[in-house]
């Protein structure tokens, strides 16, 4: 069964970092690709970033390049994502999923929320 | 880069009725690269519709999904009174991967 528990949101001052994980199981790591996808309260979703665990290609949305870092660590099946010079415009539930090129992005973990207040 | 547009904003029906939710896309979608989520008050989404038409696992039959190009629609058959949430479509093709603003889909 494929799981994805998200861990690490909490609330930030403007200007600080926090570092997001997301611990997977029951898939291969390395043939999938996984995303962070986030969304404000009362608000959409939004792509933040993705990682190709085949081609180990990475993107980022233009809101968050330069300042959120994602990585993998296949030895723990776990995503993670470090996010620095944090806005208040970043507080938002952080998801994770997994994905294929076929299927899309097919399972996601609850989130984890994020709040950056002074 | 692709925009996805979604309408209606909000669509209000009775349980038991048929719902249409359409998604535009700004140019055409490759390889039918389009899917569909269900996110009901807090809860994660959950795949609903990838390949424009091919139900994820474990999908009721009543949800269906159809379009190629840049015209996509998901319809639900028969409301289920667990069907009332908002649902998004997402262009999964590429960087970086785009949703559309949504449709809530609520009680009349």
């Known amino acids: 069964e494929v799981q994805l528990l998200e861990s690490g949101g909490g609330l930030v001052q403007p200007g600080g970092s926090l570092r997001l994980s997301c611990a997977a199981s029951?898939?291969?790591?390395?043939?999938?690709?996984m995303i962070w996808v986030r969304q404000a309260p009362g608000r959409g979703l939004e792509f933040v970033s993705a990682?190709?665990?085949?081609?180990?290609?990475?993107d980022y949305a233009d809101s968050v390049k330069g300042r959120f870092t994602i990585t993998t660590d296949s030895s723990s099946n776990t995503l993670y994502l470090q996010m620095n010079t944090l806005r208040a415009e970043d507080t938002a539930i952080y998801y994770c999923?997994?994905?294929?090129?076929?299927?899309?992005?097919?399972?996601w973990g609850q989130g984890t929320l994020l709040t950056v207040s002074s | 880069e692709i925009v996805l547009t979604q309408s209606p904003g909000t669509l209000s029906l009775s349980p038991g009725e048929r719902a249409t939710l359409s998604c535009w896309a700004s140019?055409?979608?490759?390889?039918?690269?389009l899917a569909w989520f269900q996110q009901s008050p807090g809860q994660a989404p959950r795949l609903l519709i990838h390949?424009?038409?091919s139900r994820a696992t474990g999908i009721p039959d009543r949800f269906s999904g159809s379009g190629s190009g840049t015209d996509f629609t998901l319809t639900i058959s028969r409301l289920a009174p667990e069907d009332f949430a908002v649902y998004y479509c997402?262009?999964?093709?590429?960087?970086?991967?785009?949703f559309g603003p949504g449709t809530k889909v609520d009680i009349k």
């Open positions: 999923a997994k994905g294929t090129v076929r299927q899309g992005w097919d399972y």
């Open positions: 029951g898939f291969t790591f390395s043939s999938c690709a």
């Open positions: 990682i190709n665990g085949v081609d180990g290609s990475i």
């Open positions: 140019q055409s979608v490759s390889n039918n690269y």
């Open positions: 390949g424009a038409s």
């Open positions: 997402q262009y999964y093709g590429g960087s970086p991967f785009p």
